[in-house]
């Protein structure tokens, strides 16, 4: 008996997932999302502003946008298991426990830090096994609660994947719940664009 087209393309789409099983890409990263749909130039959060400052080698860089990471399944590893690890080897202390104010984006070297600081190490991390900076892109979020959050973008050609620490799981974009408002530019580490559909973000930026 012949089959229904139905059938046949659902033989074709489970066929396609055991070849992405089969070479290290999980079900959850087998099919594209759709990528964040960014906008213009915008304001730069202040915290990295005076990050900027202070460290103003890391906000010059203008990489070259080579388009979205191409997803594989040892990029997929990489990924998992940094997040994972940054996770836990740091401590989370607000930047009023351990600067005395608010706003203070740095390195974790300490071993303490808030969300920015989490961002900051896994962007140095995944940057040092190979991922281009172009992809590497710190973003501003709303939590479902309403308060400011940074995670860390990771631009692939499977859609935007967001790396948090406030979970050790790696997630599309639009399955975490945030309402995403602004993110570094690709193409150059000291600029920032918006995201459409966002609003004002509830961190602080300079004009």
Known sequence: MNSSPK??????????????LTVGLPA????????MATGGLTSQPIGHYEFCKANPAECAL??????PERMTGALW???TAINLQV???IK????MEIYGKDEVWAYPDNGVGDCEDYVLEKRRELMSRGVSLSNLLITVVRKPDG??????TLRTDKGDFVLDNLTDAVRQWDETGYRFLKRQASNHTGHWVGIREGQAPLVG???
């Open 7 to 20: 059938m046949q393309g659902a033989r074709l789409r489970a066929a396609f997932l055991v070849g992405l």
């Open 28 to 35: 959850a990263v087998a099919f594209a999302g759709a990528p």
């Open 62 to 67: 203008r990489p070259r946008d080579k388009g």
């Open 77 to 79: 590893k990489t990924v």
């Open 87 to 89: 996770n836990r080897a």
């Open 92 to 95: 989370p202390m607000s930047d």
């Open 147 to 152: 308060e400011g959050h940074a995670v860390l």
């Open 205 to 207: 930026a300079v004009q």
